[in-house]
């Protein structure tokens, strides 16, 4: 008697998928998830329009909560400035560090984790403190997480030559010269860790406005990490793949699109001393949703999601802001004080009104990175040769970066899970990998990760329960030569009258502790100008 297609695969899953059985990715559930496209490119094609009639007022308002838009929201609140509003388009607040929560544990649907700061962070360490994720400091004064919060081990792994190795450098398939290029890459790094200018600051810190602006060190920025690595005769694939992993995984880009300064950030800002550990992450199931929620609780009622700011107009003793209410599908007025406009830079030459007509030069300068981003929901956890599986699970030679484990952290090492798989598109062409992105369907997404990872899992596509992807078309600033230390983010971090900026791009990085050191920035100018007396934490 012939098999209904629902019989067989019935039977293909109950007989460990065995050959002749294998599943299409059209047979896999799931769905491609915000953030909201259609909605976002009504101000790209101009069909919304400046709203009419009454307005109701707020003394600040603060468009974008994103990490950067909630991060001035809650120095705000910390000051003891409670009249601002907290606009945002998407349903949930968190920009690439929301979160999901479908399935057995949540996961992130971009930013998993945040170093340990150092001390003189002030704003991130009482955040930190604050969330109860800091244990009290060491006798040295630095602060240190709490060991439950700590990316336990084994933390990384690599997939390379048949099996699974233990850590990121693919040491299994490295000679000799690769060897001695390693030692001397770690010569540099140990060079610029050391490296001071004649005020005492470091070349690369955290946040990136405490790093020197030496010419000595910002003449790296004027330079690719690929013309560097030329120029210095580093030549192996090995050292070029991993040195091209961090920045894919930092930045999105290419080592051809990535500056030297910015690929010598990502390995010297969280090393202390030459020769020292990394600073250690503090990681959630849900990534830096955490942090999100934490943030999000603080802003209570004054957080409306569902808000797409259109038209900003500030003028010498207000600013003017039209709202579509997506849910609504209305426009309405708001007058505010101060606005802080925690947008990405692409879309403030949207909104803001002397900018939609000429958007100036400056702006015209941002770069920004296309990713998407699936979470796998498995029943079990795949096959894997050699070594076990860790927090950050990397394929040597990928288009993707791997997959994280969001049970990790819950010392869950067997059954089901999520796995975070990303997959930077690092075209130099960015716009093209949107429209690429854009376009594809999901059981397009579903056959590339399946493809990516079948042969680090050979029953990969078995264990599948589901799959859901994000697309990021605008996910982080991409850092090209000359941008970090050039003068158009300089320029676009300068208020406008009544209106201040925020967000990661305003650093070239798209780090949690830029789009946070930039909320709290501008939330302090804000203050600042009200006349409002605190204790800065910059």
């Known amino acids: 008697m012939a098999l209904t297609r629902r019989e067989w695969l019935a039977l293909c899953a109950s007989t460990s998928l065995a050959p002749g059985c294998k599943r299409s990715p059209r047979d896999i559930a799931g769905t491609i998830v915000g953030p909201s496209v259609g909605v976002g490119h009504r101000l790209r094609d101009a069909t919304v329009e400046r709203a009419g009639g009454e307005s109701k007022h707020v003394r600040v308002v603060i468009a974008g909560a994103g990490p950067s838009g909630l991060s001035a929201a809650w120095r705000l609140e910390r000051a003891g400035f409670k009249d601002f509003a907290l606009l945002e388009l998407e349903p949930e607040p968190g920009g690439t560090s929301s979160f ?143 040195v091209e992993y961090a920045c894919r995984d930092d930045y999105g880009a290419s080592l051809e699109d990535t500056s030297a300064w910015a690929m010598l950030f990502y390995f010297c800002s969280r090393v202390p001393a030459p020769r020292a550990e990394s600073a250690p992450f503090l990681a959630w199931p849900e990534g830096n949703g955490r942090i999100v929620r934490h943030l999000a609780s603080m802003v209570g009622a004054r957080l409306a999601t569902g808000q797409l700011v259109t038209d900003v107009v500030p003028n010498e003793t207000a600013v003017e802001l039209s709202v579509f209410d997506t849910r609504a599908g209305a426009l309405r007025r708001l007058t505010a004080d101060r606005v802080i406009l925690a947008l990405p830079k692409l879309v403030v030459s949207r909104v803001l009104r002397p900018f939609r007509d000429a958007p100036p030069e400056h702006l015209r300068a941002f770069d920004y990175a296309v990713w998407w981003v699936a979470n796998v929901h498995v029943r079990r956890r795949p096959r894997s040769r050699g070594f076990r599986m860790a927090w950050d699970n990397v394929i040597y030679g990928g288009a993707s970066l791997g997959y994280v484990v969001a049970t990790h ?130």
Do not use: C
């Open 100 to 242: 999901g929560t479908h399935g057995v544990v949540p996961h992130p649907w971009g930013a998993h984790y945040v170093p340990v700061p150092t001390r003189d962070n002030r704003a991130l360490v009482t955040l930190l403190d604050e969330m109860g994720a800091l244990e009290a400091p060491g006798p040295d004064g630095a602060p240190r997480g709490k060991e439950e919060l700590l990316v336990r081990e084994p933390e990384e792994r690599v997939f390379v030559d048949g099996r699974w190795h233990e850590g990121l450098w693919p040491s299994a398939i490295a000679d000799a010269d690769d060897r001695s290029e390693l030692a001397r890459f770690q010569q540099e790094i140990d060079r610029w860790v050391a490296w001071r200018d004649d005020k005492g600051r470091r070349a690369f810190s955290l946040p990136l406005r405490r790093s020197s602006d030496d010419a000595e060190a910002t003449a790296l920025d004027k330079m690719s990490a690929a013309a560097w690595l030329a120029e210095r005769g580093f030549q192996g694939e090995l050292l070029r793949w991993w």
């Open 409 to 538: 952290q819950r010392l869950e090492d067997h059954g089901p899970t999520v796995l975070t798989h990303y997959r930077p598109l690092i075209d130099a062409d960015a716009r093209g990998a949107r429209q690429r992105l854009l376009a594809m369907e999901h059981h397009e997404f579903v056959g590339e990760l399946v493809r990516e990872l079948e042969p680090a899992h050979s029953d990969i596509a078995e264990v599948i329960d589901r799959v859901d992807v994000m697309r990021w078309g605008h996910a982080m600033v991409r850092p090209r030569p000359g941008f970090v230390w050039g003068s158009a983010r300089q320029r676009a971090a300068e208020p406008r009258g009544r209106v201040h900026f925020a967000h990661s791009d305003l650093s070239g990085v798209g780090l949690f502790e830029e789009a946070q050191d930039h909320g709290v920035r501008a939330a302090e100018e804000v203050l600042r100008a009200e006349g409002h007396t605190f204790e800065t934490l910059l």
